[in-house]
């Protein structure tokens, strides 16, 4: 057999030894040593955490406290402990505190931007606001038909134009709508774009500076739409969006099943920004505070 | 953002520099920058493993050892194993659309991978390069819009599309379009699937219902090369359930290494046949090994220059 074919047959075992994450060696109390840590640093690695993060995880559970001894379930609490603080401070739900609140909604195709537009609404609206929705994505194929059938279910009014149109003047014309309208919150989406793609990338710095023409302050909140699939490309995503569309916090979607989404934790050390919810499903109910506890305790098995 | 692997490597080699040959120790060294470098472009772990050992095997054997360029000698090597393995070492078969028609490509993935785009990319595809007659369904009675999405793209590329019936289930809708394609005498029918994820049981259970009701011939996973570790838990998930053919990989026009890749080909088996490089719908490439491995690894020229000398 050639040596691929052997690592391919060997891929599936230790796919399954990995799938537990946070694995220990031992079922007594043993030390974390050398061996224990590496199984750590690996599990961590696979969660999407990142080598460097997985690696400054590890040595911060070097040092010399379990020296004497610990068992598997105590080292995945420390780990999840780790995690959870790392996470602790960005944790923030997203509050509507202008009139109207205008927020953007950004990132890569495909993320799951739309649907979490639906389900921001629906949480809001059922917080007794008023809210409507802008048709920002004037380019791919039946995007604007897909906000007006989300719009429909959560009940909420919707400004669209064509296929095609300009995404800058829609969006003003849909923040001149919201304030003449005494409208509450305004959720604007956006075409997917991959940031290394300039002229997408200066498409949407025009819409966000001619939304700012209305109501200097806006849009208030300009959200990154992230896939829980998503790998270490995400720490670029986080950035450049940053640079040009000026992010202001981050949404996670598709966490329902799996324990993904462990690039949040390195996003979280390198960047800071809030995290306001997760996305756990298509529907538009799916939609839930992020608990940086629950978070970690899904990524290293303890939930 | 990422160091250059060949710098890094470069660094470790420059000090060994002037010592002479390399030992057995100076390369497991550098094979360790590796495997950060394989990890940092998303390779899934157990595929960093095992590939780092039986990389670290050939690049324990003399020609390294003594080469005068010993580091660009190591890159080298890595670079043959990628590439070798993301093309599993072989040519890619042709498509299986030259049977009985109507030849039935089905295309499944999780949620917004990029399937209905490279439906329609790959209809237009086969239509201009292949001249054969297309048609194009969409089974995707989940997302809002999902089968108009498909109407549109058909519009644009002028690729025949099922007529849309509200109601029907996707085995329906799959049956309805085999049958339509056999009576109106076209080459291949193309099925647009919804998204789904390995362990939404309903879904993966309706997935292969409608691959035991239309006996594709063939069946390619579609997959954002953005995706992260999870890439081989996805690939296996959707392996367990439907006899996959063959991958496309989208969002190749992104800035992420692609490490993905590397999984897919390895736990499906199947070849990566099919690289997406845009959201235009002429923006499909014959998937190049030789690219992908280069950028991985995340190093441009040194593989080009270790080959000259
Ligand atoms: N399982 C799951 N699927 C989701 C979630 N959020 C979105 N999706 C699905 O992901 C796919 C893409 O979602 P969209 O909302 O259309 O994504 P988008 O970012 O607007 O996509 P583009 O506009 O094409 O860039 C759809 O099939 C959604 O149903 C989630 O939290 N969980
Ligand atoms: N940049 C780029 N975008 C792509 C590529 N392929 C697809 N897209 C975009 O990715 C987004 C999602 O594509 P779809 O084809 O709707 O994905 P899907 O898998 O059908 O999504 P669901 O049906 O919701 O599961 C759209 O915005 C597409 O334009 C690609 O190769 N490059
Ligand atoms: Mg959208
Ligand atoms: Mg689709």
């Known amino acids: 057999m050639s040596w691929f074919g052997r690592l391919t047959e060997g891929l599936s075992k230790s796919t399954k030894k990995l799938a537990n994450n946070i694995t220990g060696l031992a079922t007594g109390t043993l030390p974390l040593d050398e061996e224990r840590l590496d199984a750590i640093e690996e599990g961590l690695i696979a969660a999407d955490l990142g080598p460097r993060v997985a690696a400054r995880i590890r040595e911060r559970l070097a040092d010399q406290k379990y020296a004497k001894g610990i068992d598997d379930d105590g080292v995945r609490a420390v780990v999840a402990d780790e995690v959870a603080q790392i996470l602790a401070p960005v944790a923030r739900p997203l509050a509507i505190i202008r009139k109207p609140q205008v927020i953007l909604v950004v990132g890569v195709n495909g993320s799951g931007k739309t649907t979490t537009i639906a389900k921001l609404a629906r949480l809001f609206k059922a917080d007794g606001k008023q809210v409507m929705l802008a048709a920002g994505d004037t380019f791919r194929a039946a995007a604007i038909a897909q906000l007006k059938i989300w719009a429909d279910r959560v009940g909420v009014p919707i400004v669209a134009g064509d296929q095609g149109g300009d995404a800058a003047s829609l969006a003003f014309d849909a923040v001149k709508r919201a304030m003449d309208e005494g409208i509450d919150v305004l959720i604007i989406d956006t075409a997917g774009r991959l940031q290394n793609k300039t002229g997408l990338m200066d498409e949407l710095a025009k819409v966000k500076r001619v939304i700012g023409k209305l109501d200097p302050a806006a849009p208030h909140d300009v959200l990154l739409v992230l896939d829980a699939t998503t790998g270490q490309n995400a720490l670029n995503q986080i950035e450049v969006f940053g640079q040009v569309a000026g992010v202001t916090g981050l949404v996670m979607t598709k966490l329902d099943g799996s324990a993904r989404g462990g690039m949040l934790v390195a996003a979280a050390e390198k960047f800071g920004l809030p995290i306001h919810a997760i996305g756990v499903g298509e529907g538009m109910d799916d939609l839930q505070p992020f608990t940086p506890q629950d978070f970690a305790a899904a990524l290293v098995g303890t939930a | ?309």
């Not at chain 2, 003399?62 to 093309?87: F, H, M, Y």
Request: aromatic share 2%; charged share 25%.
């Open chain 2, 1 to 309: 953002m990422f160091d250059s692997l060949s710098e890094r490597l470069g660094g470790i080699f420059d000090r060994l520099r002037g010592r002479g040959a390399l030992t057995e120790i100076d390369v497991r060294a550098a094979m360790r920058e590796v495997r950060v470098a394989l990890l940092e472009a998303d390779v899934a772990l157990p595929v960093v493993k095992d590939f780092i050992e039986a990389a670290t095997q050939r690049a324990i054997g003399a020609e390294v050892i003594k080469s005068v360029t010993p580091g660009q000698q190591v890159v080298k090597i890595v670079n043959d194993c990628l590439v070798e393995l993301l093309s599993g070492g072989e040519d890619v078969p042709p498509l299986k659309i030259n049977v009985t028609p109507p030849a039935v490509i089905m295309m499944v993935g999780l949620q917004g991978s990029g399937k209905t785009t490279s439906t329609a990319k790959l209809a237009s595809w086969l239509g201009t390069r292949e001249r054969k007659k297309v048609l194009m369904a969409s089974l995707d009675v989940a997302r809002p819009a999902a089968q108009e999405q498909l109407r549109v793209l058909g519009e644009q590329t002028e690729i025949a599309t099922l007529p849309i019936i509200p109601g029907q289930t996707p085995v329906q809708i799959a049956e309805r379009a085999r049958q339509s394609a056999r009576l109106q005498g076209f080459d291949v029918v193309l099925l647009d699937t919804a998204g789904r994820l390995g362990v939404d049981e309903a879904l993966m259970a309706e997935m292969a219902a409608i691959a035991g009701a239309t006996n594709p011939d063939e069946i390619l996973l579609v997959v954002d090369s953005l995706t992260g570790q999870d890439a081989v838990n996805v690939a296996a998930a959707f392996k367990a359930r439907v006899a996959l053919t063959g991958v496309i990989l989208t969002r190749m026009d992104g800035d992420a290494r692609g490490g993905a890749a590397l999984s897919m080909r390895s736990v499906t088996g199947t070849p990566i046949r099919f690289a997406g490089t845009g959201e235009k719908l002429d923006a499909l490439e014959a998937f190049d090994a030789n690219r992908v491995a280069g950028r991985i690894l995340g190093m441009g020229d040194i593989v080009g220059l270790v080959e000259k000398a």
